[in-house]
Protein backbone atom coordinates (compact mmCIF):
# COMPACT_ATOMS: atom_id res chain seq x y z
CA UNK A 1 0.00 0.00 0.00
CA UNK A 2 1.42 3.56 -1.28
CA UNK A 3 1.44 6.21 1.86
CA UNK A 4 0.62 9.98 1.01
CA UNK A 5 1.33 12.38 3.23
CA UNK A 6 -1.22 15.51 2.70
CA UNK A 7 -0.23 19.02 4.41
CA UNK A 8 -3.42 20.62 5.68
CA UNK A 9 -5.88 17.49 5.46
CA UNK A 10 -8.40 18.98 7.46
CA UNK A 11 -8.94 22.33 5.32
CA UNK A 12 -12.00 22.13 2.17
CA UNK A 13 -9.51 21.14 -0.20
CA UNK A 14 -7.51 19.00 1.69
CA UNK A 15 -10.11 16.88 3.51
CA UNK A 16 -11.39 15.77 -0.12
CA UNK A 17 -7.74 15.08 -1.53
CA UNK A 18 -7.28 12.99 1.72
CA UNK A 19 -10.82 10.88 0.77
CA UNK A 20 -9.59 10.65 -3.17
CA UNK A 21 -6.53 9.02 -2.03
CA UNK A 22 -8.59 6.83 0.65
CA UNK A 23 -10.49 5.68 -2.14
CA UNK A 24 -7.63 5.11 -4.33
CA UNK A 25 -5.93 2.57 -1.91
CA UNK A 26 -3.36 5.13 -0.41
CA UNK A 27 -2.56 4.85 3.52
CA UNK A 28 -3.19 8.67 4.14
CA UNK A 29 -1.45 10.70 7.08
CA UNK A 30 -2.30 13.72 7.89
CA UNK A 31 -0.95 17.07 9.39
CA UNK A 32 -2.56 20.98 10.11
CA UNK A 33 -2.97 23.18 12.75
CA UNK A 34 -6.16 22.56 13.30
CA UNK A 35 -7.00 20.82 15.95
CA UNK A 36 -8.46 17.20 14.90
CA UNK A 37 -10.77 14.42 17.37
CA UNK A 38 -10.51 10.80 16.74
CA UNK A 39 -13.65 10.32 15.29
CA UNK A 40 -12.96 13.05 12.34
CA UNK A 41 -9.64 11.47 11.90
CA UNK A 42 -11.58 8.38 11.50
CA UNK A 43 -14.15 10.01 9.34
CA UNK A 44 -11.58 11.13 6.98
CA UNK A 45 -10.12 8.35 6.83
CA UNK A 46 -6.63 9.12 7.80
CA UNK A 47 -4.18 6.33 9.09
CA UNK A 48 -2.75 9.45 11.48
CA UNK A 49 -2.83 12.96 11.92
CA UNK A 50 -0.88 15.41 13.87
CA UNK A 51 -1.96 19.02 14.77
CA UNK A 52 1.76 21.22 14.45
CA UNK A 53 2.95 24.21 12.60
CA UNK A 54 4.16 23.76 9.34
CA UNK A 55 7.35 25.50 10.37
CA UNK A 56 8.14 23.44 13.41
CA UNK A 57 10.37 19.85 13.69
CA UNK A 58 6.85 18.12 13.44
CA UNK A 59 6.77 18.12 8.92
CA UNK A 60 10.37 16.52 9.09
CA UNK A 61 9.37 13.85 11.93
CA UNK A 62 6.38 12.66 9.97
CA UNK A 63 8.06 12.58 6.61
CA UNK A 64 11.03 10.22 8.20
CA UNK A 65 8.78 7.91 9.93
CA UNK A 66 6.19 7.50 7.07
CA UNK A 67 8.45 7.88 3.50
CA UNK A 68 5.26 8.49 2.01
CA UNK A 69 4.96 8.06 -1.88
CA UNK A 70 3.14 11.29 -2.09
CA UNK A 71 3.21 14.48 -0.68
CA UNK A 72 0.31 16.89 -1.16
CA UNK A 73 0.90 20.54 -0.03
CA UNK A 74 -2.76 21.88 0.54
CA UNK A 75 -1.87 24.02 3.31
CA UNK A 76 -2.14 27.89 3.16
CA UNK A 77 -3.56 31.30 2.23
CA UNK A 78 -6.69 30.85 0.27
CA UNK A 79 -7.87 34.65 0.30
CA UNK A 80 -7.11 37.04 -2.40
CA UNK A 81 -9.07 40.03 -0.38
CA UNK A 82 -6.86 38.99 2.45
CA UNK A 83 -3.52 39.34 0.79
CA UNK A 84 -4.45 42.69 -0.38
CA UNK A 85 -5.27 43.36 3.19
CA UNK A 86 -2.26 41.68 4.93
CA UNK A 87 0.62 40.70 2.17
CA UNK A 88 3.05 40.15 4.67
CA UNK A 89 0.79 37.40 6.36
CA UNK A 90 0.11 35.70 3.37
CA UNK A 91 4.18 35.97 2.01
CA UNK A 92 4.75 33.46 5.23
CA UNK A 93 2.13 31.46 4.63
CA UNK A 94 2.06 30.79 1.07
CA UNK A 95 6.10 31.32 0.10
CA UNK A 96 7.24 30.65 3.53
CA UNK A 97 5.73 27.34 4.34
CA UNK A 98 6.39 25.77 0.94
CA UNK A 99 10.09 26.19 0.97
CA UNK A 100 9.49 24.21 4.69
CA UNK A 101 8.05 21.85 3.13
CA UNK A 102 9.89 21.03 -0.19
CA UNK A 103 12.86 21.57 2.73
CA UNK A 104 11.26 18.92 4.46
CA UNK A 105 11.14 16.27 1.69
CA UNK A 106 14.71 16.92 0.26
CA UNK A 107 16.08 16.17 3.95
CA UNK A 108 13.57 13.42 5.12
CA UNK A 109 12.09 11.78 1.91
CA UNK A 110 13.30 12.80 -0.91
CA UNK A 111 11.65 9.86 -3.45
CA UNK A 112 8.37 11.27 -2.69
CA UNK A 113 6.39 12.66 -5.48
CA UNK A 114 5.03 16.44 -4.49
CA UNK A 115 1.91 18.41 -5.84
CA UNK A 116 1.22 21.99 -3.66
CA UNK A 117 -1.89 23.85 -5.03
CA UNK A 118 -1.63 26.89 -6.64
CA UNK A 119 -3.97 29.01 -8.52
CA UNK A 120 -4.98 30.60 -11.59
CA UNK A 121 -4.54 34.47 -9.63
CA UNK A 122 -1.08 33.67 -11.25
CA UNK A 123 -2.09 34.20 -14.51
CA UNK A 124 -3.65 37.84 -13.35
CA UNK A 125 -5.97 39.19 -16.98
CA UNK A 126 -4.71 36.54 -19.44
CA UNK A 127 -4.57 38.56 -22.77
CA UNK A 128 -5.87 35.53 -24.74
CA UNK A 129 -8.74 32.58 -23.39
CA UNK A 130 -8.70 30.11 -22.66
CA UNK A 131 -5.52 30.58 -21.17
CA UNK A 132 -2.97 27.73 -20.91
CA UNK A 133 0.35 26.44 -18.67
CA UNK A 134 2.99 28.86 -21.03
CA UNK A 135 0.82 32.09 -21.16
CA UNK A 136 2.39 34.74 -19.40
CA UNK A 137 2.82 35.40 -15.66
CA UNK A 138 1.00 38.56 -14.69
CA UNK A 139 -0.54 38.33 -11.14
CA UNK A 140 -3.01 41.05 -10.23
CA UNK A 141 -3.07 40.30 -6.21
CA UNK A 142 -0.07 39.59 -3.74
CA UNK A 143 -1.72 36.45 -3.38
CA UNK A 144 -0.87 35.71 -7.19
CA UNK A 145 2.29 37.00 -6.73
CA UNK A 146 3.02 34.94 -4.04
CA UNK A 147 1.95 31.46 -5.50
CA UNK A 148 4.27 32.38 -8.48
CA UNK A 149 7.28 32.46 -6.24
CA UNK A 150 5.99 29.38 -4.62
CA UNK A 151 6.02 27.70 -8.22
CA UNK A 152 9.61 28.70 -8.83
CA UNK A 153 10.87 27.23 -5.58
CA UNK A 154 9.52 23.97 -6.81
CA UNK A 155 11.94 23.94 -10.18
CA UNK A 156 14.52 25.50 -7.63
CA UNK A 157 14.39 21.70 -5.76
CA UNK A 158 13.53 19.84 -8.82
CA UNK A 159 16.61 21.50 -10.63
CA UNK A 160 18.87 21.95 -7.59
CA UNK A 161 17.50 18.45 -5.27
CA UNK A 162 16.42 16.39 -7.63
CA UNK A 163 12.82 16.43 -6.18
CA UNK A 164 10.22 14.99 -8.01
CA UNK A 165 7.44 18.37 -7.54
CA UNK A 166 4.67 19.80 -9.79
CA UNK A 167 2.04 22.34 -8.77
CA UNK A 168 -1.52 22.09 -9.34
CA UNK A 169 -2.77 26.22 -10.85
CA UNK A 170 -6.74 25.42 -9.29
CA UNK A 171 -9.07 27.90 -10.87
CA UNK A 172 -12.06 28.74 -9.01
CA UNK A 173 -13.09 25.58 -6.56
CA UNK A 174 -16.36 25.51 -4.81
CA UNK A 175 -18.38 22.63 -3.11
CA UNK A 176 -20.59 22.37 -0.23
CA UNK A 177 -18.55 23.12 3.64
CA UNK A 178 -16.90 25.79 1.81
CA UNK A 179 -18.38 28.68 4.25
CA UNK A 180 -16.16 32.03 1.78
CA UNK A 181 -16.02 33.08 -1.91
CA UNK A 182 -18.33 33.96 -4.37
CA UNK A 183 -21.27 30.91 -3.82
CA UNK A 184 -21.34 31.72 0.28
CA UNK A 185 -21.76 35.37 -0.44
CA UNK A 186 -24.39 35.14 -2.97
CA UNK A 187 -26.12 32.26 -0.56
CA UNK A 188 -25.65 34.81 2.13
CA UNK A 189 -27.00 38.17 0.51
CA UNK A 190 -29.92 36.12 -1.18
CA UNK A 191 -31.14 34.74 2.12
CA UNK A 192 -30.95 38.49 3.64
CA UNK A 193 -33.39 39.16 0.56
CA UNK A 194 -31.23 41.45 -1.84
CA UNK A 195 -28.18 40.50 -3.48
CA UNK A 196 -25.33 43.51 -4.34
CA UNK A 197 -21.93 42.54 -5.52
CA UNK A 198 -18.81 43.99 -7.34
CA UNK A 199 -17.97 44.64 -10.58
CA UNK A 200 -20.45 44.76 -13.65
CA UNK A 201 -21.40 40.58 -13.39
CA UNK A 202 -19.93 40.51 -16.82
CA UNK A 203 -16.87 39.05 -14.90
CA UNK A 204 -16.44 35.16 -15.35
CA UNK A 205 -14.79 32.29 -13.70
CA UNK A 206 -13.87 28.82 -14.68
CA UNK A 207 -15.58 26.74 -11.11
CA UNK A 208 -14.52 23.21 -10.57
CA UNK A 209 -15.84 21.26 -7.67
CA UNK A 210 -14.00 20.43 -5.13
CA UNK A 211 -14.46 16.69 -5.63
CA UNK A 212 -12.74 17.23 -9.36
CA UNK A 213 -9.74 19.25 -7.46
CA UNK A 214 -9.26 15.90 -5.98
CA UNK A 215 -9.47 13.77 -8.59
CA UNK A 216 -7.15 16.07 -10.09
CA UNK A 217 -4.62 16.39 -7.46
CA UNK A 218 -4.32 12.35 -7.76
CA UNK A 219 -3.87 11.97 -11.46
CA UNK A 220 -1.23 14.74 -11.08
CA UNK A 221 0.52 12.78 -8.62
CA UNK A 222 0.40 9.21 -9.98
CA UNK A 223 1.07 10.37 -13.54
CA UNK A 224 2.46 14.11 -14.07
CA UNK A 225 6.08 14.64 -15.50
CA UNK A 226 7.36 15.76 -11.75
CA UNK A 227 9.67 18.55 -13.12
CA UNK A 228 8.83 21.00 -11.01
CA UNK A 229 5.84 22.12 -13.68
CA UNK A 230 2.40 23.66 -13.55
CA UNK A 231 -0.69 22.46 -14.83
CA UNK A 232 -4.15 23.94 -14.69
CA UNK A 233 -6.57 22.43 -12.76
CA UNK A 234 -10.16 23.64 -14.35
CA UNK A 235 -13.51 22.55 -16.13
CA UNK A 236 -12.53 24.67 -19.05
CA UNK A 237 -15.80 26.18 -19.12
CA UNK A 238 -16.15 30.06 -18.88
CA UNK A 239 -19.45 31.40 -16.32
CA UNK A 240 -19.94 35.00 -15.41
CA UNK A 241 -20.70 36.19 -12.24
CA UNK A 242 -23.99 37.29 -13.23
CA UNK A 243 -25.20 33.77 -14.52
CA UNK A 244 -24.04 32.11 -11.61
CA UNK A 245 -25.30 34.71 -8.73
CA UNK A 246 -28.93 34.27 -10.87
CA UNK A 247 -28.87 30.01 -10.49
CA UNK A 248 -27.98 30.38 -6.66
CA UNK A 249 -31.10 33.17 -6.08
CA UNK A 250 -33.29 31.04 -8.25
CA UNK A 251 -32.89 28.19 -5.44
CA UNK A 252 -32.29 30.03 -3.03
CA UNK A 253 -34.50 32.93 -2.72
CA UNK A 254 -36.12 33.65 -6.40
CA UNK A 255 -37.47 37.09 -5.20
CA UNK A 256 -33.83 38.17 -4.38
CA UNK A 257 -33.05 40.95 -6.68
CA UNK A 258 -29.05 41.30 -8.10
CA UNK A 259 -27.18 44.37 -8.07
CA UNK A 260 -23.57 44.92 -9.18
CA UNK A 261 -21.96 47.56 -8.46
CA UNK A 262 -19.75 48.16 -11.16
CA UNK A 263 -16.91 48.67 -9.30
CA UNK A 264 -14.51 45.81 -9.23
CA UNK A 265 -12.20 45.06 -5.86
CA UNK A 266 -9.08 45.26 -6.14
CA UNK A 267 -6.88 41.79 -7.11
CA UNK A 268 -10.10 40.68 -9.08
CA UNK A 269 -9.57 39.42 -12.39
CA UNK A 270 -12.19 40.14 -15.22
CA UNK A 271 -11.82 37.12 -17.30
CA UNK A 272 -10.72 33.57 -16.79
CA UNK A 273 -10.77 30.02 -18.52
CA UNK A 274 -8.29 27.37 -18.69
CA UNK A 275 -6.95 25.02 -21.00
CA UNK A 276 -7.07 21.79 -19.52
CA UNK A 277 -5.15 19.83 -22.50
CA UNK A 278 -2.20 19.45 -20.46
CA UNK A 279 -3.85 17.35 -17.37
CA UNK A 280 -6.58 15.69 -19.70
CA UNK A 281 -3.77 14.33 -21.36
CA UNK A 282 -2.45 12.62 -18.27
CA UNK A 283 -5.73 11.19 -17.64
CA UNK A 284 -8.06 13.88 -16.26
CA UNK A 285 -11.20 14.76 -16.79
CA UNK A 286 -14.34 16.82 -14.80
CA UNK A 287 -16.90 15.04 -13.61
CA UNK A 288 -19.26 17.23 -12.14
CA UNK A 289 -21.44 20.21 -14.40
CA UNK A 290 -21.39 23.41 -12.42
CA UNK A 291 -25.58 23.31 -12.00
CA UNK A 292 -25.49 19.64 -10.45
CA UNK A 293 -22.54 21.49 -8.09
CA UNK A 294 -24.03 24.88 -7.41
CA UNK A 295 -27.62 22.75 -6.92
CA UNK A 296 -25.70 20.51 -4.33
CA UNK A 297 -24.04 23.51 -2.45
CA UNK A 298 -27.53 25.18 -2.39
CA UNK A 299 -29.21 22.54 -0.53
CA UNK A 300 -25.85 22.07 1.54
CA UNK A 301 -26.29 25.81 2.38
CA UNK A 302 -29.87 25.93 3.23
CA UNK A 303 -29.36 22.57 5.52
CA UNK A 304 -26.53 24.20 6.95
CA UNK A 305 -28.34 27.51 8.01
CA UNK A 306 -31.08 25.36 9.43
CA UNK A 307 -29.07 23.95 11.87
CA UNK A 308 -27.49 27.48 12.75
CA UNK A 309 -30.43 28.33 14.02
Not at 71 to 90: E, F, I, M, R
Not at 159 to 165: C, D, E, K, P, V
Amino acid sequence: MKTCLITGARGFLGARIASEFVGGGYRVAGLGREVVLPDQIAALGLASYRTAELSGPALSEMLAAEQPDVVVHAAGPASVTDSVGDPALDFQGTVGVTFEVLEAVRRSAPRARVVTLSSAAVYGNPAVLPVSECAAIAPVSPYGFHKHIAETLLHEFHQLHGISACAARIFSAYGSGLRRQVLWDVCEKAGAGSVGLFGTGEETRDFIHADDVARAVRVLAENAPMRGEAHNVASGVETSIRELAEQVVALVSPDAPVVFSGVSRAGDPLRWRADISSIRALGFEPHVPLADGVAEYCQWYLRAKRMDG
